[in-house]
């Protein structure tokens, strides 16, 4: 699943062909995504320029003015360009569902094998959007600092790597990032959230904020589907310390790699290094 450095890269990727184009159609060949593109969607947003491409936890919103189009990447989706400016012959693929197309013929692409994906439209202030308001802070932001975490762990009874997972505390923390933050800080994915120490928090923070840079930087993971906008893999699965390693030796300490289950989701450490 694409987690906050492979949606951030696409952001990146797609906002220099998008802002200050106008949008002159839309092209739904498969409208039951998530939850369905609206069908009056073409209508709505055709004339409309797009002013600013940003994100918010893992939606990626485009600002028209009049509203705010709301697109999610779910399980296995990538956005691609197509650029107006040099011949495409590359015909829509099965699972090719929705293009955006702009006035200077350059074509934004949904590509959603699994369709968990999502496009939606909002006239409403898009953080008022039932999916955005309840969400936590973004990560690399200030608001997301030791006293914060530490604060809102108190009352919690589950593991910690559980309770940064959780988008109501921190944004965009996925299982991969959020294994390799633990990691980073030494901290058991099993710790008891509510008995973590500002100290630990403060080492949680950093060492969040330091994998999501990091791995923003190489453009993401790629594991199984995930492509950025012009086609390319990120790399930093390469780097993975304990991430998909069971039974492989720890690359500082030599200890094996274990591996669990907690939440339905597979959590990997060293014994050794997360005590």
């Known amino acids: 699943m694409p987690e906050l450095p492979e949606v951030e890269t696409t952001v990146r990727g797609i906002a220099t062909h998008l802002i200050g184009h106008t ?11 998530r939850w369905p593109i609206p069908n009056n969607l073409p209508q709505r947003i055709a004339g409309l320029v797009i002013r600013t491409v940003s994100r918010r936890a893992k939606y990626i919103l485009l600002d028209c003015g009049t509203g705010t189009l709301l697109l999610h990447l779910g399980m296995s989706g990538r956005l691609r360009v197509l650029p107006g400016d040099s011949p495409c012959t590359e015909e829509p693929g099965k699972h090719d569902h929705f293009d955006l197309i702009l006035s200077n013929k350059t074509v934004l692409r949904l590509r959603d094998p699994r369709r968990f994906g999502a496009v939606l439209w909002t006239s409403e202030p898009v953080f008022e959007h039932s999916l955005l308001k309840n969400l936590g802070p973004e990560p690399l932001t200030d608001e997301f600092d030791a006293q914060y975490l530490y604060e809102k762990t108190r009352k919690s009874s589950s593991g910690i790597k559980q309770r940064i997972m959780n988008n109501q505390t921190v944004v965009g923390v996925g299982n991969i990032y959020a294994n390799e933050a633990l990691f980073l800080a030494g901290i058991d994915p099993r710790a008891a959230a509510g008995k973590m120490s500002k100290m630990h928090c403060e080492k949680l923070v950093r060492a969040i904020q330091t994998t999501l840079q990091l791995a923003i ?7 199984r589907d995930f492509l950025n906008s012009d086609g390319k893999p990120g790399y930093f699965q390469q780097q993975y310390w304990v991430y998909g390693r069971t039974g492989s030796p720890c690359r500082k ?5 274990k591996q669990i289950r907690q939440g339905q989701r597979s959590s990997f450490y060293c014994s050794t290094c997360q005590c």
């Open 253 to 257: 300490c030599g200890s094996i790699i």
């Open 23 to 33: 949008i002159a159609n839309v092209v739904i060949r498969q409208a039951q995504l």
């Open 217 to 223: 930087a190489v453009g993401g993971s790629s594991l």
